[in-house]
């Protein structure tokens, strides 16, 4: 599997916009969810772990599950996430993991996974009973928020309503869509949403 992120990774974390969008997607996630320390969370898409860093000290632990190990390594370098956060580099889509979560939150990877209903279908199964989503992604755009030329990038953001109803079809129940943040970029202004949603 070619890691998409290898020549990133090293500096993804001073980026403005990585950095903008992990803000204010955490901020929108405790606004919006309850956390405790009872909880066991994946993060899917997790990269250098800049949402599981802001999640950490509030849950059990976090499995930070990504494609890219190259942002794992990056992640697992970070000597405050040690012993909360574990780095996970599989696909679950091809490879479920062999447990269940009380909550999975995801910012910003969702568009980088071709088949959406197979993922949500992944992540009701990787849900206990109650369990939670809070996905954080671009609202649909014209294609311009990423360079023409950049592989792995399978959607131009998600229509609010038609992920309504995916989410639905896969099970979840108590869908809530809110704007977690704009980003603007090269004069254009992209919202970001957070969906939450319960496992029926």
Known sequence: MTD????????????PIPQAISQGV???????????ETLEVMDFGAGTGLLAAALAPRVAR???????A??????AAK??????VEPVCQDILAEPL?????LIVSAMAMHHVADTEALLAQFAGHLKGGGRIALADLDQEDGSFHPPTIEGVFHPGFDRE???GLLLAAGFVDI???TALEVSKEGTTYPIFLVTAELS
């Open 79 to 84: 000597p405050e996430l040690r012993g909360q």
């Open 26 to 36: 955490s901020q929108a996630l405790l606004r919006n969810v309850a956390l405790d």
């Open 162 to 164: 038609r992920l309504r």
């Open 176 to 178: 809530a869509f809110t």
């Open 70 to 75: 190259t942002m794992l390594d990056a992640l």
């Open 98 to 102: 062999k447990q269940q979560f009380d």
């Open 62 to 68: 976090i499995w930070a599950v990504d494609v890219s």
């Open 4 to 15: 998409l992120f290898a020549d990133k990774a090293s500096d993804w974390d001073t980026m």
